[in-house]
């Protein structure tokens, strides 16, 4: 629920011609894309995004920063690009990332080479824990999503002797206005004007602003106590979400809404406006979650007033290292709604396990 819908900048249909360029910059988008995706040891695929936003965050932040000992936990590193063959991309990231810096003017006073930009890609190879500052970083979080042209976000966090203090979503595909049950998944599909930035600090509640600029606005999760009218998230990709699972426990709650399917955590920064009212997340058996892909988000849902807990209800510990130690899954909600989506959750599970 966006609290003050008096804000008509927010509701504006965006002008033809920006809509024009919009789509005429995800023309551009697609096109470099294709030549530019690789895909890493895990199958995953990774871009010249990814290594080029990795590279930027980290350098303007220890530029930013110079007095604090900087530990940064990021995605990427520079291992597949330092190979041989990975000397046309390392070029191709240096020139966007130099583009990219351009456009900032403090950044400007000297172009960086391809080893300052290798360099600060590996800034981000902290490991986390329970002592000291860390921040946390996904560069490109959903590079499917990003790829297909749909939701994708950066995420950026800081861990303060383990906890989360600080968390900034940018979700640039992200309608400004509403994006649940009623509208397309497709940013394509939206005439809303679109880019989201969403940040939170510990006790401070969260705020979410357009990506050009707007003056931010406070948001909350939202109120419904009733299941029958709340709409839930879960993963675009049956790969990273078991999607019977989630059916299973909405049904079981009395959801009535069919599941809205988002990439990345753009999830956590709609269900922070009150887009959705709840979020389930139960990736295939083996898989480790990891702290960029929760932290930013976490904060963003917390300070707006919503629970995230693993499955069986536990906090999550950003303290562990690069993992998460979890039991199952990752839900969301509201006060509210939290203990009946516990007891949907446990009762699901068991039903699932005991029909294997
Ligand atoms: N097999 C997988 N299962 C669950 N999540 C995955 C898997 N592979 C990658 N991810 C990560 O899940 C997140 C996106 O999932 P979703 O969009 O479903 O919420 C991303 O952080 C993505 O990483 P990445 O940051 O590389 O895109
Ligand atoms: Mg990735
Ligand atoms: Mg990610
Ligand atoms: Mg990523």
């Not at 990795?54 to 604090?68: D, F, G, H, N, R």
């Not at 063959?85 to 006073?109: K, S």
């Not at 707006?304 to 839900?331: E, Q």
Request: with cysteine; net charge negative; aromatic share 6%.
């Amino acid at each position: 629920m966006v609290s003050n819908v008096s804000d008509k900048s927010y509701v504006d249909e965006e002008p033809l011609t920006e809509r024009k360029t919009r789509e005429e910059k995800k023309k551009v988008q697609k096109a470099l894309l294709q030549s530019d995706v690789h895909s890493k040891s895990d199958k995953s695929p990774v871009t010249v995004a990814d290594y080029g936003s990795q590279a930027i965050v980290s350098y303007v932040l220890e530029k930013e920063l110079p007095t604090e000992s900087f530990l940064l936990v990021a995605e990427e590193d520079s291992g597949d690009l330092r190979k041989e063959n990975g000397q046309e991309t390392v070029q191709r990231i240096t020139e966007l990332v130099n583009d990219t810096l351009v456009v900032e003017e403090c950044y400007t006073a000297a172009a960086l080479s391809t080893e300052d930009v290798l360099r600060a890609i590996d800034s981000g190879k902290s490991e986390g824990g329970s002592s000291g500052r860390h921040w946390v970083l996904d560069p490109i979080d959903g590079t499917k999503g990003f790829l297909r042209g749909d939701q994708y976000a950066i995420a950026l966090a800081l861990l303060d002797e383990g906890k989360v203090v600080l968390g900034v979503l940018a979700c640039p595909n992200l309608p400004l206005t509403s994006f649940g049950a009623n509208k397309q998944h497709s940013s394509e599909s939206s005439n809303d004007k679109i880019g989201c930035l969403f940040f939170a600090k510990v006790g401070e509640g969260t705020y979410m602003q357009s990506l050009d600029g707007s003056s931010p606005i406070k948001v909350h999760i939202s109120a419904i106590e009733n299941p029958e009218e709340a709409s839930f998230f879960e993963s675009f990709e049956a790969a990273h979400s078991l999607h019977d699972l989630s059916s299973a426990i909405a049904k079981k709650l009395g959801v009535k809404a069919p599941p809205v399917r988002i990439d990345s955590q753009a999830k956590y920064g709609a269900l922070s406006r009150g887009d959705g009212a709840i979020y389930l997340r139960f990736p295939h058996k083996g898989y480790r979650e990891k702290i960029w892909d929760h932290a930013a988000g976490s904060i963003v849902v917390t300070e707006a007033g919503g629970v995230v807990t693993d499955a069986a209800g536990n906090p999550l510990d950003f303290s562990k290292g690069k993992y998460l130690d979890l039991d199952t899954g990752i839900i969301v909600t509201n006060q509210k709604l939290m203990p009946s989506l516990l007891k949907a959750v446990r009762e699901s599970i068991q039903e699932k396990v005991s029909s294997l």
